[in-house]
C-alpha cells in the first residue's frame, strides 16, 4: 500500500536521523527516494498475473466461441419468414460440454 501524498512528502523532507524512524518509516524512506517506486511494483505484481488472466481470458473467448457457434447453426435449423406471423421460437438445447 503506498503512502498517502502528506505521508510521502513529509519522507522525502525528513532529513533527521534515519535510526529515529520506525522500520516501516524507514523502508518508506528508502522506497519514496526510488522514482515510480509503488507505480514499478504495481507493474510487477500486474506482470506477475497476467499469465494467469490471460488464461482465463483465453477459455471464457473459447466458451463464447462455441456458444456462437452452436447459436449460428440452430439459426440455420430455422430460418426466419417474413411472411409468418410467429417471430420467437423455444428451443431446449442440450448443454454444452467444453473439453480444454
Same mark, same amino acid.
Given at each position: 500500500?503506498?503512502?498517502? #501524498?502528506? @505521508?510521502? =512528502?513529509?519522507?522525502? =523532507?525528513?532529513?533527521?536521523?534515519? #535510526?529515529?524512524?520506525? +522500520?516501516?518509516?524507514?523502508?518508506?524512506? &528508502?522506497?519514496?527516494?526510488? +522514482?515510480?517506486?509503488?507505480?514499478?511494483? @504495481?507493474?510487477?505484481?500486474?506482470?506477475? #498475473?497476467?499469465? @494467469?488472466? =490471460? &488464461?482465463?481470458?483465453?477459455? #471464457?473467448?473459447?466458451?463464447?466461441?462455441?456458444?456462437?457457434?452452436? &447459436?449460428?447453426?440452430?439459426?440455420?435449423?430455422? +430460418?426466419?419468414?417474413?411472411?409468418?406471423?410467429?417471430?420467437?421460437?423455444?428451443?431446449?438445447?442440450?448443454?454444452?460440454?467444453?473439453?480444454?
Amino acid at each position: 500500500m503506498a503512502p498517502t #501524498s502528506d @505521508e510521502e =512528502l513529509k519522507l522525502r =523532507l525528513f532529513s533527521g536521523d534515519l #535510526s529515529q524512524l520506525g +522500520p516501516a518509516d524507514r523502508f518508506l524512506k &528508502a522506497m519514496v527516494d526510488i +522514482p515510480f517506486a509503488f507505480k514499478r511494483m @504495481e507493474f510487477l505484481l500486474f506482470m506477475g #498475473s497476467l499469465k @494467469e488472466e =490471460l &488464461a482465463t481470458i483465453m477459455e #471464457s473467448f473459447a466458451i463464447l466461441e462455441v456458444c456462437i457457434i452452436h &447459436a449460428a447453426a440452430v439459426l440455420m435449423l430455422f +430460418p426466419s419468414h417474413d411472411d409468418c406471423d410467429v417471430k420467437f421460437f423455444e428451443f431446449n438445447l442440450m448443454p454444452i460440454k467444453i473439453v480444454t
